[in-house]
């Protein structure tokens, strides 16, 4: 059993920037594709960005393309999501997720009801951008 602990989270002025960490347990990253995942009131769950086992492929839904990066250290068996130029629809709940079924970055980041049925969530970190 995976477990997935989100950190980072917090609240922050549209234009900043926050680094969100998911630190895995109980077996080694680099053999599962992660991803990062956002829940805001109201809205379904949705692919923010997603990396496959390697770190060779991600993938970016297009409303966060070019202000976030995704990243992994699979020696410290975390995955990381730098956010830069935050905006008030950025605010949501962030959850990481890990699936070993899928080969390609943006498959993961379409898949959350495999990661459901079979993958593993975190427990979710909110991120918050108002003035």
């Known amino acids: 059993q995976l477990q997935l602990v989100e950190s980072g989270g917090g609240l922050v002025q549209p234009g900043g920037s926050l680094r969100l960490s998911c630190a895995a347990s109980g077996f080694t990253l680099d053999y599962y594709v992660t991803g990062w995942f956002r829940q805001a009131p109201g809205k379904e769950r949705e692919g923010v960005s997603c990396i496959t086992n390697s770190g060779s492929s991600t993938y970016y839904t297009d409303s966060v393309k070019g202000r976030f990066t995704i990243s992994r250290d699979n020696a410290k068996n975390t995955v990381y999501l730098q956010m830069n130029s935050l905006k008030p629809e950025d605010t949501a709940v962030y959850y990481c997720?890990?699936?070993?079924?899928?080969?390609?970055?943006?498959?993961?980041?379409?898949?959350?009801?495999?990661?459901?049925?079979?993958?593993?969530w975190g427990q979710g970190t909110q991120v918050t951008v108002s003035s």
């Open positions: 997720a890990a699936l070993k079924h899928v080969t390609t970055a943006q498959a993961m980041c379409v898949s959350a009801h495999v990661i459901s049925a079979l993958g593993s």
